[in-house]
């Protein structure tokens, strides 16, 4: 009997309650570390807040993407955004990694990158063959590489590097994707979604309604916020917020930035505003939460 849309689990990465507004995120293993002992498969589930990257380097794999399967023979990258849908058949002994990254680190890198492949790979999951001598897989595999070693290191920002080296790999699959995709499942849904991405990160600091995104997409309210729960997990109007808390966290932790001016370089009409919606959703104000992360 085929799945339907309640049967599908949200997960974190380890399978423990997810929890919300966590800040970047990154993770790396071995395919075997996790599938090894689950017989090579991983059974049909789906991550709210978690981008990854499957890259098969030795091996076969059944990849069940939103229920259209495939059977891969050769070396590939699969990408799966945030909500979809997906389950993997390993071919005992198969090689290579998995790359798991909270969304934020994702949606920073489309904000300082305008690279059209960075949005497809935030929406539609995609699956790119790959030729061992490309050069944009090369460069994926050294970037990889960077990460493993400073995945088990513990080295002076540590977190920072790891940020960097991920966007590197994106970057790299962006590129690879643009000259050879190999299969890719645009329907209405994620062309929609890709647009309501795009149009988040254009005008997140504008502070438009859920009502102003579903206009500008030609779409009512309720659709709007089917998709969004559907795919990403949350209603629109939560997407929206969450977008400003990352960029107000980010900034409270990496810049010298005071709280009046990081709340205006965000939009907020003044900073007793900002306070008062950082405190609502993050549970202190943002000056305690600086002092915390210091």
Not at 219 to 238: E, F, V
Request: proline fraction near 2%.
């Amino acid at each position: 009997m085929p799945l339907i849309e309640t049967d599908i689990p949200f997960y974190g990465l380890y399978g423990e309650p997810i929890k919300r507004n966590e800040l970047e995120f990154v993770h790396i293993e071995e395919i075997a570390d996790r599938s090894r002992d689950r017989d090579w498969v991983i059974n049909i589930h789906r991550h709210s807040k978690l981008f990854q990257i499957v890259y098969l380097e030795k091996g076969a794999v059944d990849v069940n993407l939103d229920g259209v399967e495939r059977h891969i023979l050769s070396e590939c990258l699969v990408t799966i955004p945030a909500g979809i849908a997906h389950g993997f058949n390993f071919q005992p002994n198969s090689q290579g990694c998995v790359l798991s990254l909270n969304t934020s680190v994702l949606l920073n890198s489309m904000e300082t990158n305008n690279h059209d492949g960075l949005h497809r790979l935030a929406i539609a999951p995609q699956i790119i063959e790959c030729q061992a001598d490309d050069v944009y897989v090369k460069q994926f595999e050294n970037f990889i590489a960077h990460l493993k070693r400073e995945f088990q290191s513990f080295n002076l920002n540590r977190n920072d590097a790891l940020e960097w080296l991920s966007k590197l790999a994106m970057l790299s699959i962006a590129r690879l994707q643009r000259q050879n995709r190999v299969a890719e499942d645009e329907g209405a849904d994620s062309l929609t979604l890709r647009k309501f991405w795009s149009l988040l990160e254009v005008h997140y600091k504008d502070h438009w309604s859920v009502a102003d995104y579903a206009e500008n997409l030609h779409i009512s309210l309720s659709t709007l916020n089917r998709l969004c729960r559907k795919y990403l997990g949350d209603g629109a109007k939560i997407l929206l917020q969450e977008r400003l808390l990352i960029e107000a966290r980010r900034r409270l932790e990496y810049t010298q930035q005071t709280s009046a001016e990081i709340a205006y370089s965000l939009g907020f009409k003044d900073q007793a505003y900002f306070s008062r919606f950082f405190k609502k959703h993050m549970g202190v104000t943002p000056v305690s939460y600086r002092v915390e992360k210091a």
